[in-house]
């Protein structure tokens, strides 16, 4: 299993739609992992992404 560190200072706008299309679209074989360095303003991408677990 191909594992992925995704390192970003936010989930907001364009960091955001890009990390989250890009976990969206992986293959089952790829575990992704997100560290934000900021607190979130937004959660909407990330309540999106934790549904997929």
């Known amino acids: 299993m191909l594992k992925i560190l995704h390192i970003t200072p936010h989930m907001g706008g364009g960091v955001g739609k890009v990390i989250s299309e890009l976990i969206t679209l992986s293959k089952e074989n790829i575990s992704h992992k997100i560290v934000?360095?900021?607190?979130?303003?937004?959660i909407n991408k990330i309540n999106k992404l934790k549904k997929m677990e």
């Open 36 to 42: 934000l360095l900021e607190k979130p303003e937004k």
